[in-house]
């Protein structure tokens, strides 16, 4: 790949503003200006990034619960984000949604999906959609490792391969849901293979390398594009923070977090940039602040946003225009 | 007047092809639908007519196909999700009740899902207990669903246009037992009212309030206590969610009476709320307790005797309302 | 006494606890019940006390370990399968009704299931939509289950031993919002009826008729409605199916009044079974119509605002009642 | 496998028995002495008498609503089993669960399930139970291709994995789930590396071959005993009739079912002992005889029983020791 340095500060710029926003999401979470459950993508910025970078405007993105850093390169508005984990009317779902649920039409982003596999089918569907009505678009479906025991997830893939619908399932493998290890989670470890179960193309990737994980994406993405066939990727990534704000982390040693730290995405990044003289310590720090300014202005619009009616409280149960 | 007589199954098939010739964007998917012919031979011939793309067989997959519904819908297609029977609905039910139900309230008003889900549903041919459910009442609790019930041939008919023209999702229940069943369609009808409640049969002693095979049942009933001076009204309830609370109350207050009769098993069914909605806004007009007759509670098993035994039948409903007008 | 006090989730530990120790056949498995301590720390510990074969961390495959919770429950186990949320359950809904609950009646007596199911339910943590159903109802609609709902420290630590002493299959409704809420223990207290509902407050003038987080909420309403003068009888349903009817109406025919209140949504829930089978048994005892107070219809929002005003407050049902004794 | 004329006679007759036993049970159906769901396993024999005798009278088994053959070879009653057929109190299930529901506790028979995949996981409950009470027991469990593609089969398949339980999953692959070829239900149509999925050994053979299916059960048994773990069979065979008995058999040619009729899992058989001259046509007249006898019994049996009493509608809906 050869990036330019504007796109190279883009992306390192992205992968910052995941970590700064989420840094003070925990933050106001601990003010309690954030309630529910927060979970932070906190260390695996460069599957978001370098997944989202592959796609164009007009695809389709479908995400976990834990889907700041999704939304936010997505092009969704820090401010608007921050807003619905306030619980704002001017958030991106109304206040109503939370940080589980961020929904955005104009960037298509579908979620936010909290019931664990629960969006495999429906992004099946979309690729349909977009089959049946021949548009040429793909949708992108993150999931984490633990989401692959559910039959949800055996039901779509085989539904995707069936069809042949245009649907990139992009596995966030941290190595754990909630406090459940891979090895409690999957007989079968090496995830990649599972793709086989069903006859997609798969791949794996290092989920801690930027441009690792942009190219397997974009071969990913290629491909789908020029057959109309589903793909399976596997990143494989860590969390650096609990699952959620309720987690003591008792099924993980300190140590073993420390040793994936060394390989932060961000840092390492930095440093190649910096070693291939992409970037230098100023044009860091001026990105540092232009991401701290993001956020802090975020938190202000947040802060400036009123709470939704509770007359409205019934409002969009059913469409205002059923007949 | 025979040329116009028509089955069940025929007024299903024929809602089905209508929509798929009116609109492009509606298609048809579930197991069995296409190249078997349907399992209860609905969609006969419609693949051949319509083509794979249009009449979409799907695996054993509920939870898959159901939430794909969901996603197509999103995507701007109008599907017609067919689940075989509501026996394995429950599969689905969590794509149906966390997603379909929610997306459009949850994502603040951005994303509506407008799916049609159809499903086959009821007692009566010795099929036993892991497939002789009747659960609309799960269905109609959950917010965010319009949940139908054709219980006649006129609604197998025409329910089908309205539910794809909501922008919401709707559950259409059909009922087996029904399938062979001929009867007169009214030339004129066009179009069906997927909002209310419909008054099948005038009458001012007591109000029958049904839905399902429960409202041929009713009617049966009340011609054999018309012959005993007994004027029954039935309602056919047809929108379980969100109920019509205007129809229930009025026909209450013209008869001050009410009997619920329903396949469903007994407890935290329609009829629980329907008697409890009489309870709340009738009370001062009641002439006496509304009465419930509903299936038994219990795994319906196999022998026939066993399974006429656990659902209402005619018989039942004539000499239950006797019974309850000698209250008065 | 504050020696005394215990949370909730102390209670239904001990009650996992005691359990293991009674009986080697007895094991507990769900989602991050091992490692990581549970979902909401109630099994904080237990993984190493008792070890992975008692206390056995499942994938997320809620149809798949319910499913083996009733095959090893075949197999002469005695498990406790959690399931974390009541959100996640009908996943599993598939498994426990046309399986647990079919088995025993199906296979003519031959087969019976003695699982017992744990979930946490309700609303009031500001999980929006997809993470706060109070779907007891549904539940409660399936004959072949027993269906309790712990809404006291008391039941929290005293219905699972008779749970698992039942050969059928139980399902153990218990409140997130409860978990951290100390009260003090009955000492003799050792186990709980559970095929009883429990008058919790003897009153003259109204009964409360109500489950789960509604125990604590009438309770409260009731005191304040105390010093207004008003004597509230506060009945915990506690058992959600096969319904307690006797105490019911016993109540009623003492009080001559009935207020519903429930989390859950309204339409077709456990609320409209109590005010329908009132309307049946009790009717003329009536002095005026059952009222109920549900959460609202609608997929639970995000804000506490608008969380907290879908579901009964304890200042409602205050106002509700008053407003109720004012009809006679 | 060296096998006595008394085994292969016993085997033979097993397969003869399905066989005139559905029959005649198609034959009472259109007399309307047997009515709901009747679906016939003709055709198939060789899977079920294959595999049974593989197991010891200890071992689990459970079957889907296409287990009239598990049941006869298991040793139930044929009358007992015609009796549940006619729905009468006599049967194996009271009569309360007709042809789909055979259940038979002497020899733990654990049904006739009636929902597609949905004993998969009761069947890894049983073996989880045998593992915890170290009993030296297997479950084996019947599925057809049509429920492998259901999130069901995804779950117990990694959770027998995971758990190492003792379970024989036995694929009968007849092609079809009703309607549905397998072509329209598998993307992955080589069923046997759907095991790889899970890390579960797996194997496949030719379901019309009695001798092949005895042997590849006979390895797959072995193994389970010997390590505790499951194992997944694939056995490729074919149904000869219709799906049920309200299947017009739109979805295939005559011809194919023609074609596989030339395979006869009975007549190929009872060739192979002719030929090898370990069976006479005496002895093969002998054998139907008894058969046809059996089958006779069966039927004045199940005529001769009776209707549960209409007040027992609700026993056993909880037991009756219920505290
Ligand atoms: C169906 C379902 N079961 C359980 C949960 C509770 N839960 C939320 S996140 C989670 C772990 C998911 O792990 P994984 O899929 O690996 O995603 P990660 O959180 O690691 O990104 C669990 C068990 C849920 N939300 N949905
Ligand atoms: C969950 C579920 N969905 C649908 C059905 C209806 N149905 C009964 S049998 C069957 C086909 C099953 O095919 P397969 O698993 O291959 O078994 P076979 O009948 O071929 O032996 C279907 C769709 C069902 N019983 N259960
Ligand atoms: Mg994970
Ligand atoms: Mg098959």
Request: glycine share 8%; hydrophobic share 40%; aromatic share 8%.
């Amino acid at each position: 790949m050869n990036l330019n340095p504007d796109q190279v500060k883009k992306l390192l710029s992205q992968m910052l503003l995941i970590r700064r926003f989420e840094e003070k999401a925990a933050e106001m979470y601990t003010k309690e200006k954030i309630r529910g459950f927060l979970h932070l993508y906190i260390g695996e910025e460069a599957v978001a990034v370098g997944v989202l970078q592959a796609l164009q405007p007009d695809d389709n993105v479908m995400c976990t619960y834990r889907e700041h850093g999704h939304a936010l390169v997505r092009g969704m508005e820090p401010g608007v984000i921050m807003a619905e984990m306030y619980g704002k009317l001017e958030g991106c779902s109304r206040g109503r949604g939370g940080s589980m649920h961020l929904f955005d039409a104009k960037t298509k982003f579908y979620g936010g999906n909290a019931i664990v596999a629960g969006h495999l089918a429906m992004a099946v569907g979309l690729g349909l959609a977009d089959k049946k009505l021949q548009r040429n678009q793909i949708t992108c479906c993150f999931f984490g490792e633990g989401a692959m025991a559910e039959g949800a997830f055996h039901e779509a893939m085989n539904l995707a391969a069936l069809w042949q619908v245009p649907v990139l399932f992009v596995c966030e493998n941290n190595l754990y849901a909630m406090g459940t290890a891979l090895r409690y989670t999957h007989a079968q470890q090496d995830l990649e293979k599972k793709g086989a179960a069903y006859g997609i193309a798969s791949s794996s990737v290092d989920g801690m390398d930027l441009m690792a994980v942009m190219q397997a994406a974009n071969e990913a993405v290629d491909s789908i594009r020029q057959t109309g066939q589903p793909h399976f990727l596997v990143c494989n990534t860590y969390r650096f923070r609990a699952h959620s704000m309720f987690d003591a982390e008792l099924y993980r040693e300190k140590k073993e977090v420390e040793e994936w730290k060394q390989r932060d995405p961000i840092t390492s990044f930095k440093e190649l940039l910096l070693q291939q003289k992409m970037l230098n310590d100023e044009d860091y720090q001026a990105i540092e602040k232009q991401v701290q300014q993001e956020v802090e202005q975020a938190v202000a619009f947040a802060e400036s946003c009123s709470f939704e009616p509770v007359e409205e409280l019934l409002k969009y149960t059913y469409s205002e225009k059923a007949n | 007047m025979a040329g116009n007589l028509i089955t069940y199954r025929e007024c299903i098939k024929q809602a089905i092809r209508e929509a798929l010739l009116a609109d492009e964007r509606v298609f048809m998917m579930g197991e069995d639908v296409g190249h078997y012919g349907g399992a209860f031979a609905v969609s006969k011939n419609l693949l051949q007519e319509f083509g794979p793309e249009r009449i979409m067989d799907t695996p054993l997959s509920e939870a898959g196909f159901v939430g794909a519904g969901i996603g197509a819908a999103l995507g701007g297609m109008r599907p017609i999700v067919e689940i075989m029977t509501v026996n394995f609905s429950l599969l689905a039910l969590d794509q149906i009740a966390n997603n379909a139900a929610t997306l459009l309230h949850m994502s603040g008003g951005q994303f509506n899902v407008p799916l049609v889900i159809r499903m086959s549903t009821g007692i009566g041919r010795q099929l036993a207990a892991q497939h002789s459910h009747s659960w609309e009442p799960l269905f109609a609790h959950l917010p965010g669903l319009r949940i139908l019930s054709a219980g006649t041939h006129e609604d197998a008919r025409h329910m089908l246009a309205p539910a794809l023209a909501d922008p919401d999702p709707v559950i259409i229940f059909e009922y087996t037992s029904l399938l062979n069943m001929e009867k007169e369609l009214p030339e004129d009808l066009t179009g069906v009212d997927i909002q209310k409640a419909k008054v099948r049969r005038e009458g001012k002693d007591i109000s029958i309030f049904t839905y399902g095979t429960g409202v041929y049942k009713s009617l049966t009933a009340a011609e054999e206590l018309a012959q005993a001076g007994i004027e029954v009204e039935v309602v056919d309830l047809r929108v379980l969610r969100p109920l019509d609370e205007e129809t229930i109350v009025a026909s209450v207050t013209k008869t001050n009476r009410a009997f619920v009769v329903e396949d469903a098993s007994k407890s935290v069914s329609v009829s629980s709320e329907v008697s409890a909605r009489i309870m709340e806004r009738c009370f001062y007009e009641l002439d006496a307790p509304v009465q419930r007759l509903c299936g038994a509670e219990v795994p319906i098993p196999y022998p026939k005797h066993l399974e006429d035994a656990s659902v209402p039948q005619p018989a039942q409903i004539v000499s239950a309302i006797k019974t309850l007008l000698q209250h008065a």
